[in-house]
């Protein structure tokens, strides 16, 4: 079993649309880590969490420590926030990664 | 912010060769950075932890006298990819830990491509 189990796999919305991506966990961290990768592969950190709420432009992050859940939110999506959105935990220093949201945005 | 840059993007080398990969934090000390390798539509699975100044730790299954990792200075790691196979065709990433606030930062990425 991943420690790391993110949902939807994959998702098609229509562009406007409110897009939520869940996270879980299943070991203490010390922070979790919301990314970014687009097809080229290069991959971007969009938030690095280790409680609350945090939010930049149209993304917001939120984490619940207790219950090892966060959740990644896109606001008015737009076609191009199509990309792989992966969820990683970090513990002791490395990374462990979810398997990712494929995130389609059609217009 | 923190920057870490990777080079090449894209490299095709023939079987038996070998290729090294470059992976730089550009603005930030980096005691530790990571080596990771994808494959199509599959989660970045871990090869290596390279750690400045001493041996790289390598993940289970992954052989380290194929996958040479060099961590000669706090700006700067290598892989080098040793007599080359077609199954090696991958893309690989590095990633460093700002370690003033743990935020992760990720290299853009290497395909490889062995012919």
């Known amino acids: 079993k991943n420690e790391v189990e993110q949902s939807p796999q994959n998702l098609t919305a229509q562009e406007g649309e409110f897009i939520t991506i869940n996270c879980s966990y299943s070991?203490?961290?010390?922070?979790l880590h919301w990314l970014q990768q687009h097809p080229g592969g290069g991959i971007v950190s969009l938030f690095m969490?280790?409680?609350g709420k945090k939010k930049h432009g149209r993304l917001i992050a939120t984490i619940n420590i207790q219950e090892k859940h966060s959740s990644l939110h896109i606001t008015a999506s737009h076609p191009r926030d199509s990309a792989v959105y992966i969820c990683?935990?970090?513990?002791?220093?490395?990374?462990?990664f979810g398997t990712g949201t494929r995130l389609t945005i059609i217009p | 912010g923190a920057v870490v840059s990777q080079h090449p993007s894209r490299v095709i080398c023939k079987s038996g060769t070998s290729v090294k990969i470059e992976c730089r934090s550009l603005?930030?000390?980096?005691?530790?950075m990571f080596w990771y390798r994808q494959f199509p539509k599959k989660s970045l699975m871990l090869m290596a932890t390279?750690?400045?100044?001493?041996?790289?730790?390598?993940e289970q299954g992954v052989e380290k006298d194929k996958f040479l990792i060099n961590h000669a200075s706090l700006t700067l790691s290598t892989l080098t990819v040793t007599s080359a196979h077609p199954e090696d065709s991958s893309f690989y990433i590095c990633?460093?830990?700002?370690?003033?606030?743990?935020?992760?930062?990720f290299g853009q990425g290497t395909r490889l491509t062995v012919v």
């Open positions: 990633s460093a830990i700002h370690l003033r606030n743990t935020e992760a930062f």
């Open positions: 070991v203490g961290i010390s922070a």
């Open positions: 969490l280790s409680s």
């Open positions: 990683a935990v970090l513990l002791n220093e490395k990374l462990t």
């Open positions: 603005d930030f000390q980096a005691t530790t």
């Open positions: 390279s750690n400045e100044g001493s041996k790289a730790t390598y």
